[in-house]
């Protein structure tokens, strides 16, 4: 994994053209707003530097469109009625087209490179939003179509795309006694293992960098068994042990600056929910109940503390301080709710809730505490998490039989199905490099 991150790097070069500055950025509320009308795009069919560069630019092309369309934020328009890029800017023959957006590709092959010029420009005022020149190895074309893709959010909304972003996941596939955790392109690319321990490792979590994931590991030793907390760093494959006291320790949740984990623990008998520092030390203990207090979510933007308990008889949502104080009761509807996810910017809180024996993904606004269903009883829904640009939900689904990782917009529209081996559940979103 270190390798195959490094060579990204390193065959990744990129360099501006010409990009205009930001100039009226726009806040998430914004583009959030369910009065938000997706801008029609046009990806005019690439330039080419080179013959054999044509799969290339069909990938590329195919990607951002990909990528741009499931944002929300674009409407693709058909190309196929619309000359190609001949490789000399003039945005005449497209003017006449409904696309507020044009994105134009000139694309060169050699036997181990790709070359690209990837231009966006307003379509009628002809002024260049961003313009930049990639050189990579041909393995990593979608990487590059990623990485144009979020330029372009930035240049235009002052927003950072997710298309470069990252999911980890808890994944059965290498055999059905043991699970270990995987890695992927948000875009359900790319799959790789990045533990291989041949045990049962659970609920992974990325830091917020995405450089780190803490998880979950059951440890069989002579001074005793049970589940311990494990820190691994994905960039040099280090680990360490972050918590191993008790029998029980689960369900492990970063702070938003990423210098705290907070989780749960029996240490002293019942399960509560403790805070610690990344290494491990200064645990503190922050509810003390009768009850069982589980799945702690961290407020982003408050800091807050989001978990279950089933103090009141049935599991609940509570929200405390992330010292233990203030706890009040969030859900109050439904005989079963739990595993609560925060957005990144603090205005929603996703959570699941069970009718019968079928689990439902929810959502909830903090502001005026609406709730709204998202999934509608296609077998169970859990896990729910928020991709970083808190647009995007992933989640695990049972509904084709198996456990697998589904993503969809915040409003449970642009539904994707992202693995299809295994059984893969509790989907963790972080930003990549």
């Known amino acids: 994994m270190k390798s195959i991150l490094r060579i990204v790097l390193f065959f990744i070069v990129f360099s501006p053209l010409v990009s205009r500055s930001q100039e009226k950025p726009i806040d998430l509320g914004t583009i959030l707003s369910p009065d938000f009308k997706p801008h029609p795009v046009l990806i005019a069919r690439s330039h080419l530097d080179s013959p054999d560069a044509r799969a290339a630019a069909d990938e590329l092309e195919s990607t951002l469109a990909a990528d741009?369309?499931?944002?929300?934020?674009?409407?693709?328009?058909?190309?196929?009625?619309?000359?190609?890029?001949?490789?000399?800017?003039?945005?005449?023959?497209?003017?006449?087209?409904?696309?507020?957006?044009?994105?134009?590709?000139?694309?060169?092959?050699?036997?181990?490179?790709?070359?690209?010029?990837?231009?966006?420009?307003?379509?009628?005022?002809?002024?260049?939003?961003?313009?930049?020149?990639?050189?990579?190895?041909?393995?990593?074309?979608?990487?590059?179509?990623?990485?144009?893709?979020?330029?372009?959010?930035?240049?235009?909304?002052?927003?950072?795309?997710?298309?470069?972003?990252?999911?980890?996941?808890?994944?059965?596939?290498?055999?059905?006694?043991?699970?270990?955790?995987?890695?992927?392109?948000?875009?359900?690319?790319?799959?790789?293992?990045?533990?291989?321990?041949?045990?049962?490792?659970?609920?992974?979590?990325?830091?917020?960098?995405?450089?780190?994931v803490v998880y979950t590991t059951y440890r069989i030793a002579m001074e005793g068994s049970g589940q311990i907390l494990v820190v691994y760093s994905i960039y040099d494959a280090k680990k360490y042990t972050f918590f191993s006291k008790g029998t029980l320790n689960s369900a492990p949740a970063w702070s938003p600056d990423g210098g705290r984990i907070a989780f749960t623990s029996n240490i002293n008998g019942n399960a509560e929910i403790y805070v610690a520092n990344a290494n491990g030390g200064n645990p503190q203990q922050v509810t003390f109940h009768r009850g069982i207090d589980t799945s702690p979510a961290w407020n982003p933007a408050s800091g807050q503390i989001a978990f279950t308990s089933d103090r009141s008889g049935n599991p609940m949502i509570y929200i405390m301080n992330n010292d233990g104080t203030n706890e009040r009761r969030l859900t109050f509807v439904g005989e079963y709710n739990e595993s609560a996810a925060w957005s990144p910017n603090g205005s929603k809180l996703a959570y699941v809730s069970r009718s019968g024996n079928i689990f439902d993904i929810y959502v909830v606004e903090m502001d005026t505490s609406v709730v709204t269903r998202l999934t509608q009883s296609e077998r169970s829904n859990e896990n729910p998490c928020w991709s970083p640009d808190s647009r995007h939900i992933a989640f695990a689904s049972n509904r084709t039989g198996k456990y697998q990782i589904w993503s969809m917009l915040y409003d449970g529209t642009k539904l994707r199905q992202l693995t299809r081996d295994g059984n893969n559940t509790s989907p963790s979103w972080a930003a990549g490099e």
């Open 68 to 212: 741009l369309d499931y944002s929300g934020l674009f409407e693709i328009v058909d190309n196929s009625s619309y000359p190609a890029f001949t490789g000399s800017v003039n945005l005449a023959p497209w003017k006449t087209s409904r696309a507020k957006y044009i994105a134009l590709l000139k694309v060169g092959a050699t036997t181990a490179q790709i070359s690209v010029e990837a231009r966006f420009y307003d379509l009628q005022s002809e002024s260049l939003i961003v313009g930049k020149v990639y050189k990579w190895d041909r393995k990593f074309i979608r990487q590059i179509a990623h990485r144009f893709g979020d330029e372009i959010l930035y240049r235009l909304w002052g927003v950072r795309g997710i298309f470069t972003s990252k999911i980890a996941f808890s994944s059965d596939r290498g055999g059905s006694a043991t699970r270990e955790i995987w890695l992927m392109d948000y875009d359900g690319y790319n799959q790789k293992q990045i533990t291989v321990s041949k045990a049962i490792n659970l609920s992974p979590e990325l830091s917020p960098d995405g450089k780190k």
